[in-house]
């Protein structure tokens, strides 16, 4: 019954912030690569940001370079997701990924095999 499960999601204005949470039960998140991908209403998922296993941090998305940050804490068996100055157009439904079989952050997210059911981000004008 091991899940991954993406939470902090919510209605936020534009130019504010959130922090994302993808938390691991029934296994140990922090021996493999997590990564963060989107899609937006009728658009097609978008890589983001991956984090390996020893803190190596791979850029999939320079649209939201220095704006969005992913870190982790193995003592909490969760990877984040900071998002800042956050704007319309990051309106989307997040989820993290993850695979067993990786450490390292693979060539694209989506090679991570494991999502969760994804948590929305709503940003209003």
């Known amino acids: 019954q091991s899940q991954l499960v993406e939470s902090g999601g919510g209605l936020v204005q534009h130019g504010g912030s959130l922090k994302l949470s993808c938390a691991a039960s029934?296994?140990?998140?922090?021996?493999?690569?997590v990564g963060w991908f989107r899609q937006a209403p009728g658009k097609e998922r978008e890589e983001m940001l991956c984090?390996?296993?020893?803190?190596?941090?791979?850029n999939y998305a320079d649209s939201v370079k220095d704006r969005f940050t992913i870190s982790r804490d193995n003592t909490k068996n969760t990877v984040y997701l900071s998002m800042n100055t956050l704007k319309p157009e990051d309106t989307a439904v997040y989820y993290c990924?993850?695979?067993?079989?990786?450490?390292?952050?693979?060539?694209?997210?989506?090679?991570?095999?494991?999502w969760g059911q994804g948590t929305q981000v709503t940003v209003s004008s």
């Open positions: 990924a993850t695979d067993r079989r990786r450490a390292a952050c693979p060539a694209s997210v989506f090679d991570l095999r494991y």
């Open positions: 029934g296994f140990t998140l922090d021996s493999y690569a």
């Open positions: 984090i390996s296993s020893s803190g190596y941090i791979k």
